[in-house]
């Protein structure tokens, strides 16, 4: 099985798994149906997607909007079921995934995903689609961990290859990832319970 990133909070591990590829290729469409059958499985799943853009997830009318809009620098909206944090920032650089992992509350998942931060130093799966002429990339990134594409992969390292359109297969590896293993080599950052 593939080199395990385990976050510590307290306790416990939380399994870390991302999943990089060109744009395109439909990292958030495999995550879309991947995350249903996670939950079926029994794990509770966070993610964290990178967005190479501005992005708003407040629309105007909305009094989180209205309210941030006229100067809040952080917008927190809660309800019985939901939260939602909207931080304005003034960064010159992007957040990186150990900012953004600690913000989490660690103790209400059992595995993190990780859409998007391709270049990050983290176990990786890779999609590839070779309908969109884009190179590989676990051939110069040792962290990608398997790959999941829709034609004979070339690889060229000891790792699983996986056929991009069987979710099923998809699955099975996320889910054999995320089960705990004392066996396994870790590596990760630690953090205390909350």
Not at 71 to 86: D, H, W
Not at 114 to 139: I, S
Not at 157 to 169: K, Q
Request: hydrophobic share 40%; net charge negative; with cysteine.
């Amino acid at each position: 099985m593939a080199r395990r990133y385990v976050l510590r909070d307290g306790r416990r591990e939380i399994p870390l798994l991302g999943f990089c590829a060109y744009s395109g290729t439909g990292k958030t469409t495999l995550l879309r149906q991947l995350l249903p059958r996670l939950v079926e499985a029994g794990l509770r799943v966070a993610v964290i997607k990178h967005a190479h853009h501005d992005f708003e997830i407040d629309y105007p009318g909305k009094d989180s909007y209205e309210l941030r809009h006229a100067g809040a620098t952080q917008m927190l909206v809660a309800s019985m079921r939901r939260l939602a944090l909207i931080e304005e920032r003034q960064a010159q650089q992007e957040p990186g995934l150990d900012e953004l992992i600690a913000r989490l509350d660690l103790a209400a998942v059992d595995l993190v995903l990780v859409e998007g931060f391709k270049h990050g130093n983290h176990p990786k799966v890779e999609l590839h689609r070779a309908t969109l002429g884009r190179p590989w990339l676990y051939t110069g990134d040792p962290t990608i961990v398997a790959v999941a594409c829709d034609e004979p992969a070339p690889v060229e390292r000891d790792i699983p290859v996986l056929d991009l359109n069987d979710l099923e297969a998809i699955t099975r590896f996320v889910l054999e990832y995320a089960a705990p293993s004392n066996d396994l080599p870790q590596s990760g950052p630690t953090r205390a319970s909350r």
